[in-house]
Nanobody
């Protein structure tokens, strides 16, 4: 079973930056890519950004100019850097790995438990 552990959430000042990281661990697995979703209060979970193992990225329009996602394949760790944070960015941020293949089988997406980001105005 693949486990994902996020870190880097917490309190961020509006206008500041946040950096999240997420490491995937488990026995003998591969994945097509990793990414970040978020769920704000009263909202549905939405895509923030994702990146393939080959480095191709996809961003939500709302963060396209302010976010950078990167992936260290060797460490199986994905990072999200977001600048010029606004209060609307407050949410629980979830890491995921998709197209996961392990000795236990194939999983479309594996999810972390989430890390909360609070934005002070």
């Amino acid at each position: 079973q693949v486990q994902l552990v996020e870190s880097g959430g917490g309190l961020v000042q509006a206008g500041g930056s946040l950096r999240l990281s997420c490491t995937a661990s488990g026995s003998r697995f591969s994945f097509d890519g990793m990414g970040w979703y978020r769920q704000g209060p009263g909202k549905q979970r939405e895509l923030v950004a994702e990146i393939t193992s080959g480095g191709r990225t996809n961003y939500a329009d709302s963060v396209k100019d302010r976010a950078t996602i990167s992936l260290d394949n060797a460490k199986k760790t994905v990072y999200l850097q977001m600048n010029s944070v606004v209060p609307e960015n407050a949410a629980v941020y979830y890491c995921n790995a998709y197209g996961v293949v392990s000795i236990e089988g194939t999983v479309d997406r594996s999810w972390g438990t989430g890390t909360r980001v609070t934005v002070s105005s």
